[in-house]
């Protein structure tokens, strides 16, 4: 599992900048149908299935044990890639 990975499960009521980015994705429509974030991890089977409800942290989330039980055609896909923040090293500064 990544560090990437872990720091969201870890921070999973925090705000992150992947839910504030897609934001306007989650809501409830006219047939009301709650539009939810799979958050998938690239080495695991499974994902945690976010409903941020308009706002940039989890407001609602489901362990999805297996992404491939999901219907996903049509499906857009983003990959974001979070850098979490490393200390820099004396050369880098």
């Known amino acids: 599992m990544s560090k990437q990975y872990r720091h969201f499960l870890g921070h999973i009521g925090a705000d992150m900048p992947f839910f504030e980015a897609h934001k306007c ?5 006219s047939m009301g149908v709650n539009h939810c974030l799979l958050v998938p991890a690239r080495n695991i089977r499974g994902g945690i299935l976010v409903d941020c ?3 940039g942290y989890a407001r609602c989330a ?3 044990p297996d992404k491939s ?3 996903l055609r049509d499906v857009p896909v983003d990959h974001y890639d979070l850098k979490l923040r490393q200390p820099r090293s004396q050369r880098e500064r």
Do not use: R
Not at 25 to 29: A, M
């Open 25 to 29: 994705l989650t809501d409830c429509d």
């Open 53 to 55: 409800q308009g706002y």
């Open 62 to 64: 489901a362990d999805v």
């Open 69 to 71: 039980a999901l219907d």
